[in-house]
């Protein structure tokens, strides 16, 4: 098997790094070859832009997914979006590794989404959901928050998770994956709190990484996400009613 981490994270010493380099050793371990989009140090641009479409559909007035949809037909993708492309069809898991920023993940990993998951070439209008592109593989988040564990939840300080992570594990779901429980490594900054009783930021940390690494060999035993597809819904989108 085969997978794939997109790591958004700006510093290579950084908590996130320690993660995606846990999940390479842990992978790699069991037998399974790894590669990683360092989305910061590869200086990934994640502005969708005019100015990446040399073989315009549109000279006069740039709309993002019209040259999206040119770009593929007219085999001028950019080369970071081609390069991209090929790492998540040659996986069968994609791991997103990112801190939370502002209740979502950093820019550029939106932007990496932006890019990446081209319009008529990636989906289209019948290819998505559980039609979608990257169907039979499967996709998850491993995400850290400097909060401890207690602060998140419905109507709780730090947010829900569940809220906070949707935008993000939808659109993999739209694009065809199936989407694994997200891992949390909660607490990782500050020496103020407390982490199932983990007293110094220290064995926090080592208890997050020696989680997500049990996660990681055990991948097998989670029950996907579920999400809505065709079935669902009538031919307006709506939730279709027994």
């Known amino acids: 098997m085969h997978s794939h981490i997109v790591h958004a994270h700006p510093e290579p010493t950084s908590y996130n790094a320690a993660l995606t380099r846990m999940t390479q050793a842990t992978l790699g371990a069991d037998g399974d070859t790894v590669s990683v989009s360092d989305l910061c140090a590869e200086g990934f641009d994640p502005v969708e832009r005019a100015a990446h479409y040399a073989n315009r559909a549109d000279a006069e007035a740039f709309a993002a997914l019209n040259e999206q949809r040119n770009a ?14 090929k790492r998540l069809e040659r996986a069968d898991l994609v791991i997103l590794q990112f801190p939370l920023w ?37 996709a998850m ?5 400097g909060a401890p564990k207690q602060a998140f939840g419905p109507g709780s300080r730090g947010g829900d998770f569940d809220v906070m992570l949707w935008p ?28 199932e009783g983990k007293g110094s930021l220290e064995a926090r940390l080592k208890h997050n990484l020696d989680a997500w690494g049990k996660r990681l060999s055990n991948l097998d035993k989670d029950t996907p996400l579920h999400f809505p597809g065709w079935d669902d ?10």
């Open 168 to 195: 993000v594990q939808y659109s993999l779901h739209y694009m065809g994956f199936t989407v694994l429980p997200p891992f949390i490594s909660y607490g990782v900054q500050g020496h103020g709190y407390s982490y």
């Open 102 to 138: 502002w209740h979502g993940p950093p820019a550029v990993m939106k932007g990496w989404m932006d890019r990446v998951f081209m319009s008529g070439g990636l989906y289209t209008s019948r290819m998505r959901y559980d039609t979608g592109y990257f169907r039979g593989k499967r």
């Open 141 to 145: 988040v491993s995400v850290t928050t």
């Open 72 to 85: 593929w037909t007219t085999d001028a993708i950019p080369g970071d979006v081609a390069r991209e492309i």
């Open 233 to 242: 819904w009538d031919e307006g989108g709506a939730a279709a009613r027994a």
